[in-house]
């Protein structure tokens, strides 16, 4: 079993940055395993939608909205994420959800189906 924390939302005006962060829980076998991990945010009254993934290759692929403002990158023992939000716009302002699973094709779906573990969330609200 796979424990996510997420850590660093809050607010922030628009065209600002935030860097968010993910830690990943549990017996190292299990941490070794996941081969996906990514991003999901989820605004009131919305579905919940996928931001940006990255492979334990360090592939990484990213919704068009964010694409050229977001980055995602993960610490060298593949455990912690960072994603690394510029350019924040109001319409970003959500909630947002770290997730991870051990099938790598995870990454490529974008759809919550598809990935077995998820963090608590973290608030990020842009103000205009």
């Known amino acids: 079993q796979v424990q996510l924390v997420e850590s660093g939302g809050g607010s922030v005006q628009s065209g600002g940055s935030l860097r968010l962060s993910c830690a990943a829980f549990?017996?190292?076998?299990?941490?070794?395993?996941?081969?996906?991990m990514g991003w999901f945010r989820q605004a009131p009254g919305k579905e919940r939608e996928g931001v940006a993934t990255?492979?334990?290759?360090?592939?990484?692929a990213y919704t068009p909205s964010v694409k050229g403002r977001f980055t995602i990158s993960q610490d060298n023992a593949k455990s912690t994420l960072f994603p690394q939000m510029n350019g924040l716009k109001p319409e970003d302002t959500a909630m947002y959800y770290c997730?991870?699973?051990?099938?790598?094709?995870?990454?490529?779906?974008?759809?919550?189906?598809?990935?077995?573990?998820w963090g608590q969330g973290t608030q990020v609200t842009v103000s205009s």
């Open positions: 549990g017996y190292t076998y299990s941490i070794n395993a996941i081969n996906c």
């Open positions: 990255i492979t334990s290759d360090r592939i990484t």
């Open positions: 997730a991870a699973d051990p099938n790598i094709y995870s990454c490529s779906s974008y759809e919550t189906r598809h990935f077995g573990y």
